[in-house]
C-alpha cells in the first residue's frame, strides 16, 4: 500500500510498529494496535517509506486484506452485488465471493466477520453457519428478513440487520402507484374519473375490511401475519374494493385470491409482491384481468438501492466495532 506519512507535532506512533499512516493530523491513535506504545513526535516528517526516529516507527495503516472481511454473493451479473454497491463497500470490507470461499474455505472462513445479504442472496443456511467461526453479524439489505432464520442465527452468536429507514419512500411511491394504477384500470385500458382518497383509522381488522375502497398491505412477514388475507377476509371487503400488496406475497392466500378475483367478491387487486417470485407463468393471477403485478420493484430505485447499502454498511460497522446497532433484527 502506497501511502505518504505525514507527521506532525502531536501525532502518535507505535514502538516497534511497521509502514506507514494515513494523511491524519493530531491525534491518529485509532489506527494503534491494543496495547501499543505511544509517543509524541516533536518534529514534522514526511516520508514515503516506514519512518524510524530513535527506534520509533510509524505504524502502517490496514490494507485492504487487513480489512474485515465480507461475503457477498458475486460481483454483478444476473444475482450480483451491483458495481457501485460493490465499490461502496470496497472502502469498508474486503469483499469475498461465495466462489472464492468455496474455492479456499479453510482460509477464507478465518477472514469472513460480516455477510452482505442482497436481493436474499446469499442463502444463509446452518452449513455456512458453521463454517463462518469469526461471523459476527449479517446486513440484510432490505427490510423483509422471513428468508432468514433468525432464531438459527442467533444461536450462532451472530446478529441481523435490516434497512428499513432507506426503503421508506420508494416503497410508499409504490404503493400509490399500484393504487392510482388500479383505480384508474390502466391494465384495462379504460379510462376513469380520478378518485379522492379518504382514510381514517379503525381499531378492528373486520371493520377496515368492510369500510375501505383500498385495502393495502404494509406488514412484514412473521407466523402471525401469514395468509393474513384469506376467503374470509376478502369476503368481507367491498365489491368494489381494491387490494394492494407491497408487503410479501405470503401475507395474503393466492388461491383464495385468485377465487375472489374471478368471482368478482372484489374489483381488483393490485400486487407488487407474491409467492413464489416470479410466478409461474401459467399461474391463474397471471390470467386475470382485473389484476396488476409488478415484479418486486417497490426498493428498485437507484437512490434506494444506495441508501439501503449504505444503511447495511452502517449497521455491519457497528457490530464490529462494538457500537449501538441502528437496525438490528430480534428473533421472536
Known amino acids: 500500500m502506497d501511502l505518504h506519512a505525514a507527521i506532525g507535532p502531536g501525532t502518535e506512533v507505535a514502538e516497534g510498529a511497521r509502514g506507514c499512516v494515513l494523511q491524519v493530523p493530531g491525534n491518529c491513535s485509532g489506527l494503534l494496535p491494543p496495547g501499543a506504545a505511544r509517543f509524541s513526535c516533536k518534529e ?38 451491483q458495481e457501485n454497491i460493490v465499490a461502496l463497500l470496497k472502502k469498508h470490507f474486503c469483499l469475498i465471493t461465495m466462489k472464492e470461499f468455496i474455492e479456499n474455505k479453510k482460509e477464507m472462513s478465518k477472514k469472513i466477520q460480516s455477510v452482505f445479504v442482497f436481493e436474499c442472496r446469499p442463502t444463509v443456511d446452518q452449513e455456512l453457519l458453521e463454517s463462518l467461526p469469526n461471523l459476527k453479524v449479517i446486513g440484510n439489505s432490505g427490510v423483509g428478513v422471513d428468508h432468514l432464520n433468525l432464531k438459527m442465527i442467533s444461536n450462532f452468536g451472530v446478529k441481523v ?35 379522492a382518497v379518504g382514510a381514517h383509522y379503525c381499531e378492528k381488522m373486520e371493520d377496515l375490511l368492510q369500510q375501505s375502497d383500498f385495502v393495502m398491505l404494509v406488514v412484514n412477514l412473521t407466523p402471525e401475519t401469514h395468509k393474513m388475507i384469506g376467503k374470509k377476509e376478502l369476503g368481507l371487503m367491498k365489491p368494489t374494493a381494491t387490494l394492494i400488496n407491497i408487503g410479501r406475497g405470503a401475507l395474503i ?22 409467492y413464489p417470485e416470479p410466478l409461474p407463468r401459467d399461474h391463474p393471477l397471471l390470467k386475470l384481468n382485473n389484476i396488476i403485478i409488478t415484479p418486486h420493484i417497490g426498493t428498485a430505485t437507484v437512490q434506494a438501492v444506495q441508501m439501503m447499502a449504505e444503511e447495511a454498511i452502517a449497521n455491519m460497522l457497528a457490530v464490529l466495532n462494538g457500537q449501538p446497532i441502528p437496525s438490528e433484527v430480534f428473533p421472536k
Open 253 to 274: 392466500d393466492q388461491d383464495a385470491l385468485v377465487e375472489a378475483l374471478q368471482n368478482n367478491i372484489i374489483r381488483a387487486a393490485a400486487l407488487d409482491v407474491t
Open 161 to 195: 440487520t435490516n434497512t428499513p429507514h432507506a426503503v421508506a419512500d420508494s416503497t410508499a411511491d409504490i404503493g400509490m402507484a399500484l393504487m392510482l394504477a388500479s383505480a384508474r384500470r390502466l391494465v384495462e385500458e379504460e379510462r376513469r374519473r380520478n378518485m
Open 44 to 81: 514534522n516528517i514526511v516520508r514515503k517509506e516506514p519512518v524510524q526516529i530513535n527506534y520509533l516507527v510509524v505504524i502502517k495503516a490496514m490494507s485492504e486484506q487487513e480489512l474485515p472481511g465480507l461475503l457477498i454473493l458475486d460481483i454483478g451479473g444476473t444475482y450480483g452485488v
